[in-house]
């Protein structure tokens, strides 16, 4: 792993060995930039805090090794990641104004496919951890990932008939709790729909009826108009005197007609001459019939007149037009059938909210009988390695409850209150000596004993739910003598099955280490890719007698030191 320009870290290189590597350093030398390094590249907040001073940007690059038919290794192909020799290269930047960027395997990645993949490749714990082992849901969560399948399979079944049974009870809730608005709805589109029904609209009609309208208010003036133009046409029977356009347009055409052989031109204008008698004599006759036919009947206009206004009142509440009534009117049947069913739907959303919860209950239950067979398993195997922990006589044991809710599912015959976690309370306790009353680990376990608990419960993760690599930030907080040395003897226990790192201040922890990486900064307080050195032989000596004692020189450190290291040899 690569960190430049993070915190005190101006550019150095970090390099963990397969088995047990201890990060060691004085104190504000910049260990824990390591935790925080890999916790970025496993898709952790980008704080602008964390650049440098007069830095541009954070870089932090690391280089993870994974089988190529890992699960991992498939996911992040899929994200367009390609693998470097059976290495995926992951790097994090972050600008001193706050951006981010995430990088897999040469493929620019959301930040959240680096949290995705960061379960399966590291399990990050620090005195943060330590805290959340505290709280009731993380205590329950670390007994179900122990359980493995025999919790995840109910809890499957448990979690897709829990989503069903609360959007069917916020459906129903919704119905009811509107009954009344939509009873009002109803009754208004109801009402609407009568009155659309008890005038029939049809489409179009109250552009006809204007239409009939405006003939029949202006009847007699139109009747006269017509007369007066057919007699202008074709004269007036009761004026044979007079000179109408049919008969001079005749007169016109027989003087063409008498001399059209003598000239193609005139006879062309002859014939439309013709033509034009011909369109005067349809015009006349069609003025003719208009008048007959105009009906000034005032009773008719007054018919139509009260429909109109019958369509008016419609057009005024539903719609700008008679179409548009009827296209309400559809809708509006629509959405009333909707409403009239409600009451189906609500009975029908009660039977299936009561199996529902029915279901919920047995699947609760098988949840809850799982986890019982697993707290005993998990709480022996916890207790025991407290026991490598210089915690010989203390006893974990998991308490399993559930609290009392008219309005919950029904587990060990008692109705109880319910989440997407199941109907359990799961909480760690521990009895720290012989006589002692189990207590909650937030309340009788101190910081040193709270370190242990954790690493115990970490340990016999190891051996159900691995994962490749687990770095502590000094988890050995509260620690000392015997226990340092149960604490650095088990972390090599676990590093025989998976990667470990551990930032560490206490020196029997260190020795215990497949190597030992120590930060140290220059003079001008940065640490540079020198600053971070593998410790070997007499250097490695001297890192431990200063960890002992202050004093890198002092004999008695280094004998110290030296039988540390001894001790850790002989046993790993």
């Avoid at 000034?296 to 509440?317: I, M, N, S, Y």
């Avoid at 990486?517 to 050195?533: C, I, Y």
């Avoid at 890198?552 to 046993?571: G, K, V």
């Amino acid at each position: 792993m690569r960190i430049r320009s993070l915190g005190v870290i101006d550019d150095a290189v970090v390099e963990l060995s397969p088995g047990f590597t201890a990060v060691t350093g004085e104190t504000g030398a910049g260990k824990t930039m390591v935790v925080t390094s890999l916790g970025l590249l496993l898709g952790g907040r980008a704080d602008p805090a964390l650049v440098r001073i007069g830095a541009k940007s954070a870089v932090v690059e690391g280089r993870v090794t994974v089988p190529a038919d890992a699960s991992v290794a498939v996911r992040a192909e899929e994200a367009g990641a390609e693998l470097d020799d059976g290495a995926l290269l992951i790097s994090r930047t972050i600008s001193a104004e706050g951006r981010s960027r995430a990088h897999l395997g040469g493929r620019s990645v959301p930040v959240g496919m680096l949290t995705e993949l960061a379960d399966e490749l590291v399990a990050v714990h620090g005195q943060t951890d330590q805290q959340g082992l505290l709280k009731a849901a993380r205590q329950r969560q670390a007994l179900d990932r122990y359980a493995g399948d025999a919790v995840a399979g109910p809890h499957a079944k448990y979690v897709a008939a829990y989503r069903r049974l609360k959007a069917v009870s916020a459906e129903l809730a919704e119905l009811t709790t509107r009954a009344r608005e939509r009873a009002q709805e109803a009754d208004l589109l109801r009402f609407g729909l009568n009155e659309v029904a008890a005038v029939e609209p049809r489409a179009g009609e109250d552009v006809e009826l204007a239409a009939e309208a405006e003939r029949l208010g202006h009847a007699e003036a139109l009747a006269s108009a017509a007369s007066v133009a057919r007699a202008a046409l074709a004269g007036n029977p009761e004026d044979p005197e007079g000179v109408d356009a049919t008969t001079l347009v005749a007169g016109a055409g027989r003087a063409l007609d008498a001399v059209r052989a003598h000239d193609p031109a005139l006879a062309a204008l002859a014939d439309r001459m013709g033509e034009i008698s011909i369109l005067l004599g349809d015009v006349a006759g069609e003025l003719a019939g208009y008048a007959d036919d105009l009906d000034a009947d005032p009773l008719r206009l007054a018919a139509v007149e009260e429909r109109r206004a019958a369509l008016g009142a419609l057009t005024r509440k539903y719609g700008e037009d008679v179409n548009a009534v009827l296209a309400w009117a559809e809708e509006g049947a629509g959405r009333l059938t909707e409403l009239e069913g409600d009451d189906d739907r609500i009975g029908e959303l009660t039977a299936e909210r009561d199996a529902l919860r029915a279901e919920l209950s047995g699947l609760a239950q098988a949840l809850t009988d799982a986890r019982t067979a697993a707290a005993a398993r998990f709480a022996e195997a916890v207790t025991a390695e407290l026991g490598h922990l210089a915690m010989p006589h203390a006893r974990v044991t998991i308490a399993i409850r559930q609290t009392d809710d008219p309005e919950g599912v029904e587990v060990n015959g008692r109705t109880v209150a319910y989440t997407s976690s199941g109907a359990d309370e799961v909480e760690l306790l521990l009895a720290p000596h012989p006589g002692a009353q189990p207590r909650p680990i937030a309340k009788g376990a101190s910081g040193g004993e709270l370190s242990r608990v954790m690493l115990a419960v970490e340990v016999v993760f190891a051996g159900t739910d691995p994962v490749p690599t687990y770095l502590f930030d000094e988890v050995d907080a509260g620690v000392g003598g015997k226990a340092a040395v149960e604490i650095g003897r088990r972390l090599a226990k676990l590093a025989k099955t998976a990667q470990v790192v551990v930032v560490t201040h206490l020196p029997q922890v260190a020795a215990f280490a497949d190597r030992q990486l120590l930060v140290e900064k220059t003079n001008d307080g940065s640490v540079t890719r020198s600053g971070v050195t593998v410790l070997e032989g007499e250097d490695r000596v001297r890192e431990l007698s200063r960890m002992l004692a202050g004093q890198e020189d002092s004999e008695t450190a280094r004998a110290h030191a030296e039988e540390l290291l001894a001790t850790a040899r002989a046993e790993v």
